[in-house]
């Protein structure tokens, strides 16, 4: 990396300081200029649809910054010579760099022959949400009755009644943080030491200084808390603490965000990059990310969905919000609102839950801002050459999208004392220390703590089987649709059960061995969460390799054949198949939505292209054919 960076080692916890949160409002996702409408300058090819139609709108005075793929091999050092641009970064594990350049020769850089795809430095937003409390509720320290004193989340989230101390000894397990920064807090310290902060390092992106404090926003110490804090401020008060999913782990911070929560993509390529240079340094085994960016292409060609698909491929499991764009301006439910990377496949994607602030299940839901699926970013040609890409020259993603739900309203944690959410929404304060926000970026770190405590439970955890393993026992909600839950709201308890069964190393299984040997899947099961029986998922059969028979077994894919049967010999329509890619045999395209035959069918890759032939080489054996009776349209009308 290019691109210089502040590296802070921390010995001690500076306790000095009150606490933090985060903050956006909800807004209506509005692609229209990119998805909806016609792009009528010149179009390239290896140019984003947002860079396509801002091409004639540069102007000659003021140089762009642009995020260029180029090919394999080629010097991105040679290129900016040749076409006296200025190198920012580069990023070789990516093959990507982020370059200033003259308007006057993008053309030239596009048929250089020298790049793959080039985008413009989007901007980054937070995804939390601030809302004014009403007049019922409290600032103070909640005293939702509980068999003890433990917090809400790690109660409702089934972590609690894993054991009382599970998660609470420290380990040499880290969580990169890639948010607004991290200020050091009493409840992220050791448990033995005070004074002894389990944020084991702080890196700048930004181009503003932090000052004081290594969390100006206030975002990023509110998402740590959640993932790590220990509750100490709380310690002896007889009230419950505020504790996180995993206290005790180690964190790393990654700091993308400014004082006022503004970003770009060219910062979090820098940390991304610098998770992949420093993970065995640090042992960083997840990544949260509680950012994200519009999502104005296809995963297959967005900059940051193959920065994260990298990282994964590394043994690092990256954890994204879905966004929070469910809901129109009028409040009108909004399909289509997932943002970038979370339109990643092999990323896991959370979306919002509301608890209602009750320890009990029963009444959970999912959260009206909260995106839904599916991901709305495309493909396209100018087929006829005419200078616009129309709408039968696009092809949908249509990814299903989130994987999953967790806790994320109303959420209380670890604030940053003097940051700018602290200081502009006192009301948002509890007590000194604390502060509440709500939004998928404060579920996101549910997702990550307990992946985390997957990976301290079993060293041989690997990304696609925590997120397999976490989908699979997740609980349904009522009256919510797979757009909008995914797999359902994760339980902690039900997961651990599955884990304590899985072979030493999962990884080094061939197809059709299996990970879980005696652990029968078809026994329905029952785990009980603040006093409440739970039922343990059963829908998911297939993701990202690994596929859910009688028992769990390793999988290169499924396929089906035209009697609806699998090799497996399960019968289709008592299943969620959620996969690397959908073909379907027949060719057939829905125009108005999806058909849902006997069941429902559930993928990371919803493809109805018809070309057959050439989907099927592009997605390669983790695909799945499917034979007959599944129809997609590329409207927003779902089932």
Same mark, same amino acid.
């Given at each position: ?14 306790? !000095? ?8 409002? !909800? ?43 180029? #090919?394999?091999?080629? !010097? ?8 006296? +641009? ?28 020298? $790049? &793959? ?38 109660? $409702? ?14 380990? !040499? ?16 310290? @050791? ?9 084991? +390092? ?20 509110? #998402? +740590?808390?959640?993932? =790590? %804090?220990?509750?100490?401020? *709380?310690?002896? @008060? ?7 999913? *995993? ?20 910062? /979090? ?62 409040? &009108? ?16 994607? #959370? ?6 602030? @009750? ?63 602290? &200081?502009?929404?006192? &009301? ?10 709500? %939004? ?32 699979? @026992? ?6 919510? %649709? ?7 709201? #994760? ?16 990884? =080094? ?71 690397? %890619? ?22 990371? +890759? =919803? ?29 927003? /009308?779902?089932?």
């Amino acid at each position: 990396m290019n691109k210089t960076a502040t590296l802070t080692i921390l010995a001690v916890l500076l306790v !000095s300081l009150p606490p933090v949160a985060f903050a956006q409002t !909800s807004t209506a996702l509005d692609l229209s200029d990119s998805s909806g409408g016609e792009l009528t300058t010149v179009i390239s090819k290896n140019a984003s649809p947002d860079l396509n139609e801002s091409l004639g709108d540069l102007s000659p005075n003021e140089w762009a910054r642009l995020v260029v793929r180029y #090919v394999p091999g080629e !010097s991105i050092d040679s290129l900016a010579t040749l076409l006296g +641009a200025n190198i920012q970064a580069d990023y070789g594990d990516f093959n990507t760099a982020v370059i200033d350049i003259d308007p006057a020769v993008v053309s030239d850089l596009l048929g250089s022959g020298m $790049v &793959e795809y080039v985008t413009p430095n989007r901007p980054l937003e937070h995804l939390g949400r601030i809302a004014t409390p009403t007049a019922s509720q409290s600032s103070e320290p909640r005293t939702t009755t509980t068999v003890s004193l433990e917090s809400h989340l790690r109660v $409702v989230a089934g972590v609690a009644a894993l054991g009382q101390n599970v998660g609470m000894a420290p380990g !040499s397990i880290s969580v990169a943080v890639i948010d607004s920064g991290i200020a050091e807090h009493p409840d992220l310290a @050791t448990a033995d030491d005070p004074l002894q902060s389990r944020v084991l +390092a702080h890196v700048d992106f930004t181009a503003s200084p932090t000052g004081a404090s290594f969390d100006p926003f206030g975002h990023g110490t509110h #998402v +740590a808390g959640i993932i =790590a %804090g220990n509750g100490a401020l *709380m310690a002896g @008060t007889g009230q419950r603490p505020y504790t996180g999913i *995993m206290p005790g782990v180690n964190l790393v911070d990654l700091r993308v965000l400014d004082e006022t929560g503004g970003g770009s993509i060219d910062g /979090l390529l820098d940390a991304l990059g610098w998770v992949l240079e420093y993970a065995d340094t640090y042992n960083i085994r997840v990544v949260n990310l509680s950012v994200g960016s519009a999502p104005y292409e296809s995963y297959e060609t967005d900059p940051l969905c193959l920065a994260v698909s990298r990282v994964i491929d590394a043994g690092i499991a990256v954890v994204v919000a879905a966004g929070n764009h469910g809901k129109t301006e009028d409040g &009108e439910k909004l399909y289509g609102g997932i943002l970038s990377p979370a339109n990643a496949p092999k990323v896991i994607t #959370v979306g919002a839950s509301n608890t209602f602030e @009750t320890d009990p299940r029963g009444d959970d839901g999912v959260t009206t801002y909260s995106s839904r699926g599916p991901t709305r970013s495309f493909r396209s040609t100018d087929a006829d050459l005419d200078g616009t890409i129309s709408e039968d020259e696009k092809i949908y993603d249509n990814l299903l999208k989130p994987d999953l739900v967790a806790p994320g309203n109303r959420i209380i944690s670890t604030a940053s004392y003097g940051s700018t959410l602290y &200081e502009e929404h006192p &009301e948002l304060r509890v007590g000194a220390d604390y502060f509440e926000l709500s %939004g998928t970026s404060m579920a996101t770190p549910v997702v990550s703590g307990l992946v985390a405590l997957m990976y301290r439970a079993h060293p041989g955890m690997t990304p696609s089987l925590a997120k397999a393993v976490l989908m699979r @026992t997740s609980q349904h909600l009522d009256d919510f %649709g797979r757009l909008e839950q995914g797999a359902g709201e #994760v339980n902690a308890l039900a997961a651990a059960s599955l884990v304590a069964a899985l072979v030493d190393d999962p990884s =080094a299984l061939a197809a059709g061995d299996p990970a879980a040997p005696g652990y029968d899947l078809t026994i329905p099961r029952v785990v009980m969460i603040a006093g409440e029986a739970v039922l343990v998922g059963h829908e998911l059969i297939y993701t990202g390799g690994w596929y859910f028979g009688n028992e769990l077994f390793r999988s290169e894919g499924i396929r089906w054949t035209e009697d609806g049967v699998g090799s497996g010999g399960i019968l289709w329509g008592d299943g969620v198949l959620w996969a690397d %890619g959908i073909l379907w045999a027949d060719g057939s395209v829905g125009s108005d939505g999806i058909l849902w035959a006997d069941g429902i069918l559930w993928a990371d +890759a =919803a493809l109805s292209s018809l070309n057959l032939a050439a989907e099927a080489e592009r997605l390669g054996p983790d695909g799945i054919l499917w034979a007959d009776g599944i129809l997609w349209g590329d409207s927003q /009308l779902f089932g």
